[in-house]
């Protein structure tokens, strides 16, 4: 089993940045991939980002160009960097590790809110 715990969600002014962070309990270095959803009211839970183990990363249109995403497998760790925040960003932020294609892990979320 493998814990997550996300941080750095918050309030933020449109145009402003934040990093999401997700910390494991274990070592992530030999799982398939991570990334992170979001799920807005009322809506379903959709990607945001991923990112393999071989580094290669996907994003959701809405958000190219303006979130990447990272792992550090020393530190057992998955980021979200987020620029130029819109508010139709606002949502919780899940963080989601996969160890293999049938076994993965959810973090508690993160509340992402942007406004003015």
């Known amino acids: 089993q493998v814990q997550l715990v996300e941080s750095g969600g918050g309030l933020v002014q449109p145009g402003g940045s934040l990093r999401l962070s997700c910390a494991a309990s274990?070592?992530?270095?030999?799982?398939?991939?991570t990334g992170w959803y979001r799920q807005a009211p009322g809506k379903q839970r959709e990607m945001v980002a991923a990112i393999t183990s071989g580094r290669t990363t996907n994003y959701a249109d809405s958000v190219k160009g303006r979130f990447t995403i990272s792992r550090d497998n020393t530190k057992n760790t998955v980021y979200l960097q987020m620029n130029n925040l819109k508010p139709e960003d606002t949502a919780v932020y899940y963080c989601n590790v996969r160890q293999t294609l049938t076994r993965d892990y959810w973090g508690q979320g993160t509340q992402v809110t942007v406004s003015s």
């Open positions: 274990a070592s992530i270095f030999s799982f398939i991939g």
